[in-house]
T-cell receptor, first 111, second 114 residues
Framework: SQKIEQNSEALNIQEGKTATLTCNYT??????LQWYRQDPGRGPVFLLL?????KEKRKERLKVTFDTTLKQSLFHITASQPADSATYLC??????????FGPGTRLSVLP | GAGVSQSPRYKVAKRGQDVALRCDPI?????LFWYQQALGQGPEFLTY????????KSGLPSDRFFAERPEGSVSTLKIQRTQQEDSAVYLC????????????FGSGTQLSVL
């Protein structure tokens, strides 16, 4: 069956460290994958998109990798700050034209 | 407005009541999506429109759920005879509609069925 998993439900790290979040998928063949940030009581906000022919994408302190062989994407936040605390969701194209989301990882950056 | 607008922000319904949730997408956005998000979970796909055409409704959990977008802009998600298990946040998202497009989400409607 088709499945998207994100490494852990919650991740606590110290301010200044690098946070690494994992997204694994099964029985999908996405042409691209997206990462979103969601704060409590708000809708998800788009962060980055990476295509299947791209190994890595960067935006400021964010870095995303996409390994179609491992069926995995890694999302890194370097020099993390308490303001980075949020839930991070990966999303990929499902069957048809919809987007399928993972369950999310709740990141807490401790001062 | 500049973003996706959803109303009401909160809705409390008695079991068996019908509800209607509204979504105003970003002007000019071709694609519109509805998602259901349970507490602590990721958004679950419900349905997708391209302009006024509903191209995918495979995620609607039952025939009590109905969505429309008659003029290709505003969309309404209707839930008939609400049940307690319908309690969730209902998110609407829109995109320009091309390939590799990012989604712009509203803040959602939190539905509580008592």
């Amino acid at each position: 069956s088709q499945k998207i998993e994100q490494n852990s439900e919650a991740l606590n790290i110290q301010e200044g460290k690098t946070a690494t979040l994992t997204c694994n998928y099964t029985n999908y063949s996405p042409a691209y994958l997206q990462w979103y940030r969601q704060d409590p009581g708000r809708g998800p906000v788009f962060l980055l998109l990476i295509r299947e022919n791209e190994k890595e994408k960067r935006k400021e302190r964010l870095k995303v990798t996409f390994d179609t062989t491992l069926k995995q994407s890694l999302f890194h936040i370097t020099a993390s700050q308490p303001a980075d605390s949020a839930t991070y969701l990966c999303a990929l194209e499902g069957n048809g034209q919809n987007f399928v989301f993972g369950p999310g990882t709740r990141l807490s950056v401790l001062p | 407005g500049a973003g996706v607008s959803q109303s009401p922000r909160y809705k409390v319904a008695k079991r068996g009541q019908d509800v209607a949730l509204r979504c105003d997408p970003i002007s000019g956005h071709v694609s519109l999506f509805w998602y259901q998000q349970a507490l602590g979970q990721g958004p679950e796909f419900l349905t997708y429109f391209q302009n006024e055409a509903q191209l995918d409704k495979s995620g609607l959990p039952s025939d009590r759920f109905f969505a429309e977008r008659p003029e290709g802009s505003v969309s309404t998600l209707k839930i008939q005879r609400t049940q307690q298990e319908d309690s969730a946040v209902y998110l609407c998202a829109s995109s320009l509609g091309g390939a590799y497009e990012k989604l712009f989400f509203g803040s959602g409607t939190q539905l509580s069925v008592l």
